[in-house]
């Protein structure tokens, strides 16, 4: 069992930048993959980016694609989003997640085990 907390989400204005970390704890050596996504009101929770060790790879949502980026500390054990130039359409509550399986590619929730508390992000001005 992981367990995930996030934080740094916040109000930010649009054309702005934030960071959101996940602290994981637990049974982080058996966690294949990193996931963040998110979930606006009225609409169902979609995929933001993963970061996984097997196989090793990046990636993101068509949305987002080069204005966040993931990333991890030395110790593995924080996953981070970075999010750059945010748009009021990024104004969700985001999760972190991790994948204690193997898959070929972690962009959906059914591939996710465990499951952060969410972080509140409101793009605005």
């Known amino acids: 069992q992981v367990q995930l907390v996030e934080s740094g989400g916040g109000l930010v204005q649009p054309g702005g930048s934030l960071r959101l970390s996940c602290a994981a704890s637990?049974?982080?050596?058996?966690?294949?993959?990193m996931g963040w996504f998110r979930q606006a009101p009225g609409k169902e929770r979609e995929f933001v980016g993963a970061?996984?060790?097997?196989?090793?790879?990046?990636y993101y949502a068509d949305s987002v694609k080069g204005r966040f980026s993931i990333f991890r500390d030395n110790a593995g054990n924080t996953v981070y989003l970075q999010m750059n130039s945010l748009k009021p359409e990024d104004t969700a509550v985001y999760y972190c997640?991790?994948?204690?399986?193997?898959?070929?590619?972690?962009?959906?929730?059914?591939?996710?085990?465990?499951w952060g508390q969410g972080t509140q992000v409101t793009v605005s001005s």
């Open positions: 997640a991790a994948a204690n399986k193997y898959y070929f590619r972690y962009s959906d929730t059914s591939k996710y085990d465990n």
């Open positions: 637990g049974r982080t050596d058996r966690t294949y993959a």
């Open positions: 970061k996984s060790s097997s196989p090793v790879a990046t």
